[in-house]
């Protein structure tokens, strides 16, 4: 019987039938005809460029075969009209496809669907990963931009070691912490899948079973959050006291609070809809708090602990102005996270596509979304820092401007998904505002931070979480989460609030005490700072062989240069 062949009513013989793709699957059209109208039944899954060989046989074999496909029942019953609803989001426009095609027979149609759903969202999820991973690039470009050229290289291997180490650390330990199987584990951490061990058994962070791109989409996500507190100690730190607190981040403190908020069994998750904290749980969409505060808090502390760049502050404690050697960098770095961010927030969504329509209309709207807001709280970033120096310098500072922009991006990403456009406006303006009290009030208490990276991470990480608690609203909330509770000035009450502050509370604890007690630890046995005479040469001389610079050390010099 020619189950694979499609009948009609024609003067075209089966001889002239030519293939036609239809979602992946090879469907025989007469010659002339371009469209599926004329198609009654389905074909075998075979070699798409060739016609079933029941119907290469005599021409009267043919005709009968083809009075057999016409004889059979329609197919598009149950799972398959179920499955074929989720892809056209409708059941009228799925059945109405059914009905031009008159389908007789689709061996394992659901699976397909399902395989192509999952395929999507890998994809989605791979792009999005590349992407935040991207914002190394930026992170490597900024810093070396904002620091002295004498340590440049220093920098820059400290970024691609932040990604190696915390590409390991992440595979052996912080995974299983982190998430492990999240249908199991405790309330404060992970423990499956340690070394990805029987990874295709585990149901991963977006729903999955063992789906190899959440791993690297939150390896991403770590690697971000280990190397920003380099900024924050830049030029004075030892490389080994670097390594410590990259491991030490990557492998134990950041796990730790990806578990309490993103995990579907942590005690403070919005996604944990067993026992939710204050029937809530703390929204943190995207990483201001378990990315940002996390990065931003750990180099605060090392900042405190080990003190002041020399020559930072005079003898009278007034800031003494350090510039970095090139606003160049400095812009490249801010445009490559800017792009990064494009990742960070829409793609947080884990997946792109589902076969439940509703579903799917809920995870590109969200994700949709998130990058409008993204762009809309940087651009009032930008605009506000430019305002704000020009009142006080009397002058469009460059520097200021990027700064702005990160801040609202930091300022924005809890809550990318969950408030309006107009409210993503208000979080950058006043993430950046925030940002400019902070950098002074560090240095009136003599905190040196090359890029300012503990006011912009740290502090404008815990507005973005609190921000959440006041603006998000109920539709947004009811879309991205499962628990419904919505922002204090929306008209959600309390409950929403109160979990962003104790997450707040928790995870500042929980950073500063570690990472304070590790920095301590390590100056009690003083590995922590460079001697003066290194950090006064330079790290890139003293700890790395050469400098990024090769003509600024006398080596074939060119004739007229000045160092």
């Known amino acids: 019987m020619c189950a694979g062949c499609y009948a009609w009513s024609s003067p075209y013989p089966f001889g002239h039938c030519r293939p036609v793709s239809l979602l992946q699957t090879s469907y025989y059209l007469p010659s002339g005809r371009t469209t599926p109208e004329h198609v009654i039944s389905p074909p075998v899954q075979r070699n798409r460029f060739l016609r079933p060989p029941s119907c290469h046989s005599g021409?009267?074999?043919?005709?009968?075969?083809?009075?057999?496909?016409?004889?059979?029942?329609?197919?598009?019953?149950?799972?398959?009209?179920?499955?074929?609803?989720?892809?056209?989001?409708?059941?009228?426009?799925?059945?109405?496809?059914?009905?031009?095609?008159?389908?007789?027979?689709?061996?394992?149609?659901?699976?397909?669907?399902?395989g192509l759903e999952e395929g999507v969202n890998t994809f989605f999820l791979t792009v999005n990963g590349a992407l935040v991973f991207i914002m190394h690039a930026g992170f490597a470009m900024l810093c070396a931009g904002a620091i002295r050229s004498k340590n440049t290289m220093n920098i820059l291997l400290q970024t691609i070691l932040d990604a190696?180490?915390?590409?390991?650390?992440?595979?052996?330990?912080?995974?299983?912490?982190?998430?492990?199987?999240?249908?199991?584990?405790?309330?404060?951490?992970?423990?499956?899948?340690?070394?990805?061990?029987?990874?295709?058994?585990?149901?991963?962070?977006?729903?999955?079973a063992g789906r190899w791109s959440d791993w690297f989409f939150q390896w991403a996500f770590a690697a971000t959050a280990t190397?920003?507190?380099?900024?924050?100690v830049a030029e004075r730190f030892n490389f080994n006291a670097y390594l410590a607190y990259t491991v030490f981040i990557s492998a134990w403190v950041y796990p730790i609070i990806v578990h309490w908020v993103w995990s579907p069994k942590g005690w403070l998750s919005a996604f944990n809809t067993e026992k939710p904290l204050l029937d809530s749980g703390m929204i943190d969409f995207a990483g201001s708090a378990v990315v940002h505060m996390t990065g931003g808090l750990a180099g605060l502390m090392g900042c405190i602990l080990v003190g002041p760049r020399l020559g930072r502050f005079d003898s009278n404690g007034k800031p003494v102005d350090m510039p970095g050697h090139s606003a160049t960098l400095m812009v490249l770095g801010t445009v490559l996270l800017w792009f990064g961010w494009y990742g960070f927030n829409p793609g947080s969504t884990l997946n792109i596509v589902s076969l439940a329509g509703k579903d799917s209309a809920l995870l590109y709207e969200t994700s949709g979304r998130a990058a409008v807001t993204t762009t809309l709280?940087?651009?009032?970033?930008?605009?506000?820092?430019?305002?704000?120096?020009?009142?006080r310098h009397k002058a469009w500072d460059l520097i200021s401007v990027c700064n702005g922009a990160?801040?609202?991006?930091?300022?924005?990403?809890?809550?990318?998904?969950?408030?309006?456009?107009?409210?993503?406006?208000?979080?950058?303006?006043?993430?950046?505002?925030?940002?400019?009290?902070?950098?002074?009030?560090?240095?009136?208490?003599?905190?040196?931070?090359?890029?300012?990276a503990s006011p912009m991470h740290g502090i404008c990480g815990m507005w973005g979480v609190l921000f959440a608690g006041f603006f998000a609203t109920e539709k947004f909330v009811g879309q991205a989460y499962l628990n419904g509770k919505f922002g204090a000035f929306m008209g959600g009450g309390g409950h929403l609030l109160a979990c962003q502050i104790i997450g707040i509370l928790v995870i500042t604890a929980w950073i500063c005490?570690?990472?304070?007690?590790?920095f301590l630890v390590l100056k009690l046995f003083g590995k922590l700072r460079i001697s003066p005479e290194e950090e006064q040469a330079g790290l890139d001389v003293s700890k790395h062989g050469g400098s990024a610079y090769n003509y600024d050390h006398g080596l074939n010099k060119p004739d007229g240069i000045k160092i």
């Open 164 to 208: 190696a180490v915390s590409a390991i650390c992440w595979y052996l330990i912080g995974w299983g912490l982190a998430y492990g199987d999240i249908t199991t584990g405790s309330p404060f951490l992970g423990t499956a899948g340690f070394a990805m061990s029987n990874w295709s058994a585990l149901t991963t962070n977006s729903g999955s």
């Open 513 to 518: 005490v570690l990472t304070g007690l590790l």
């Open 59 to 114: 021409k009267q074999t043919r005709r009968q075969a083809c009075k057999m496909a016409e004889s059979l029942e329609a197919f598009c019953t149950g799972d398959e009209l179920t499955a074929l609803t989720g892809l056209f989001k409708t059941q009228a426009a799925a059945q109405a496809f059914c009905d031009k095609l008159n389908i007789v027979s689709t061996p394992d149609l659901a699976d397909r669907l399902k």
């Open 377 to 391: 709280s940087g651009g009032a970033g930008v605009i506000t820092a430019l305002i704000t120096t020009f009142v």
């Open 406 to 452: 990160l801040v609202g991006f930091v300022s924005i990403t809890a809550s990318a998904a969950v408030v309006e456009p107009w409210a993503a406006l208000i979080a950058g303006i006043i993430g950046s505002l925030i940002f400019d009290v902070t950098c002074w009030l560090w240095l009136k208490l003599r905190i040196d931070d090359p890029l300012s």
């Open 227 to 232: 190397t920003i507190p380099a900024g924050c």
